[in-house]
């Protein structure tokens, strides 16, 4: 099992940058693909981003591609979403994942964070 916490998540105008942190613990997290995900009120859970167990691979949503970049550090079990160019569009709870395989379907992970909000004011 692992157990996951984000932070970094804020208010930021738009225009502006954050970088969001999911530490894990468990042994094993160097083991697992790794996701962050983002759900706005009244709206489903979408996919953001997602990078594999060693880093080599990342995966993002059209919609944060070129302004979005997730990465991964194994030794200190923690994976980052630096967010750029942020848009009142992607205010939202993020949420990291954890997944035996590298997907983008919210429904092929198995350990979620409580979530960390993000709020862009326009």
């Known amino acids: 099992q692992v157990q996951l916490v984000e932070s970094g998540g804020g208010l930021v105008q738009a225009g502006g940058s954050l970088r969001l942190s999911c530490a894990a613990s468990?042994?094993?997290?160097?083991?697992?693909?790794m996701g962050w995900f983002r759900q706005a009120p009244g709206k489903e859970r979408e996919f953001v981003a997602a990078?594999?167990?060693?880093?080599?691979?990342?995966y993002y949503a059209d919609s944060v591609k070129g302004r979005f970049t997730i990465s991964r550090d194994n030794a200190k079990n923690t994976v980052y979403l630096q967010m750029n160019s942020l848009k009142p569009e992607d205010t939202a709870v993020y949420y990291c994942?954890?997944?035996?395989?590298?997907?983008?379907?919210?429904?092929?992970?198995?350990?979620w964070g409580q979530g960390t909000q993000v709020t862009v004011s326009s």
């Open positions: 468990g042994r094993t997290f160097s083991s697992y693909a």
């Open positions: 994942a954890a997944s035996d395989l590298l997907a983008i379907d919210k429904y092929d992970y198995d350990y």
């Open positions: 990078i594999s167990w060693s880093g080599g691979s990342t």
